[in-house]
């Protein structure tokens, strides 16, 4: 099955939500963020085919997760593991600590040296400009 552009904004933001400790209903994170309850549900369900980029950058900073998180395939978050749904890869503010805590081996069983990971912190910085560069080309100024 392939997910649309605003069905995968929908399962990655309903994700979010309910990985909250407590649960957060969608009217609670609407008062959070400034947003309509009805604007979040419609968005979780996929029925908003172009969300707002402010829309989505308050989003992103309430669950202090990078932009592109919120249009990276769910199938591929799922292969990844836990860690790297929220906790490492798409923290807001990505640095060489948090790729440091990161137990990434080469294909031989080798830790990773600090260039790499220095080079790595740089290719995902790039990769998710041009994520972000994608998705604000591709969605609406307005909500609906």
Avoid: C, H, W
Avoid at 58 to 64: A, E, G, I, P, R
Wanted: aromatic share 8%.
């Amino acid at each position: 099955m392939d997910y649309k552009k605003n069905e995968i904004i929908g399962i990655n933001l309903n994700r979010l939500r309910n990985k909250q400790k407590p649960k957060l209903s969608i009217r609670r994170l609407a008062e959070e963020v400034g947003l309509s309850n009805g604007y979040l549900s419609k968005l979780e369900t996929g029925k908003i085919k172009g969300p707002s980029l402010e829309a989505m950058m308050k989003l992103s900073d309430f669950f202090n997760v990078d932009l592109s998180f919120f249009i990276t395939d769910p199938r591929y978050i799922d292969n990844k593991g836990k860690d790297v749904e929220t906790n490492q890869v798409y923290v807001n503010e990505l640095t060489l600590d948090t790729i440091k805590n990161i137990n990434i081996i080469d294909d031989d069983g080798n830790p990773l040296t600090d260039d790499e990971r220095n080079f790595m912190l740089d290719a995902l910085k790039k990769y998710r400009a041009s994520k972000v560069k994608f998705f604000t080309s591709n969605i609406s100024s307005n909500d609906d």
